[in-house]
């Protein structure tokens, strides 16, 4: 104990112990980090298809139908796939609530277990497009820059140069992109929710794919100009610059004006 009481009033020890509070921090941090949901492909069972099933009849099948052929009340889903499942439950639009111009994301009603469950029967229904691998997904994977391109030429005159988002006819809107996952995204390409077309992987293809989500991942952070004035490009800035500039501009013209006589 003697020697400990020493060394506790070395000049190194706060620094010592810092360290220790950051391994310790960072060791807790990687032991408890809930794992990326959903990145995984639904390894789909037998089981897994019947609870999928059981969850489908009780929450989807009154405008879906029974056996998913659709009703008036939604379309069929024979065919859409686990990852537009996954994709429109993971995001909150389904199961959709008020008819509206466009269904409205919602907070998530089910864990990823049950949504994979969900995707696991409805793929079972028909071959369709499946949720996509983490690695597929991985953003520091994707070439941010051939991305850019991508994104310009096919989702910017609806979701706006850098994601932002933007209005549409008839009250619909493409959202902002820059909290939706990476899996989230690609299955949003490859699936073409509402209004938005189908991106399939002849079009953009998987590469292409994980390129365009490394883009947005690097969209909406720090603006590296400082105040971003709400990222609408020259009309705020030049709004700025009339109205703080040229007051400071005829400010100075006043005072001098009242100084000279
Ligand atoms: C209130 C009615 C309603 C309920 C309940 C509902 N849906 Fe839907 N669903 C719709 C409508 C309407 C659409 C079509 C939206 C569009 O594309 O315009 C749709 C679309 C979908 C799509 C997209 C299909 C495609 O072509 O990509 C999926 C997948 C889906 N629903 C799954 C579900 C699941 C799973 C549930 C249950 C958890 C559910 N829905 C509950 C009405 C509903
Ligand atoms: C014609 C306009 C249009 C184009 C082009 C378009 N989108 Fe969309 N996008 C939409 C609309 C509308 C929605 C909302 C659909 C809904 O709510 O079901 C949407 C939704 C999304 C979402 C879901 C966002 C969220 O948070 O839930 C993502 C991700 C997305 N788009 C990515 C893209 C990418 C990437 C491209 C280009 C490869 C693209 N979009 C091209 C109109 C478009």
Redesign the pocket.
Known sequence: MKALAARRQDRRAPIVLLLLALLLTGGLYAVLAPTSAGAATVKADASDIANGEKLFQANCATCHGPSAAGTESGPSLIGVGAAAVDFQVG?G?MPAQMNGP??Q?KPVQFEQEQINELAAYVASLGEGPAIPTAEMVDPTLGDAANGMSI?RT??A???NAVGAGGA?SQG????K?W??TPT??YE??LTG?????V?NDAN?TPEEKRD?IAFIDQQGGASPGGLTLGALGPVSEGLWAWVVGLGLLIGAAVWIGAKSS
């Open positions: 995001t639009r466009q269904i994301e994104f096919n989702c005159m609806c979701h549409l619909k809107f493409a959202p992109l909290d939706t989230h995204i949003a390409m929710p509402q209004s938005m077309p991106f953009i365009v």
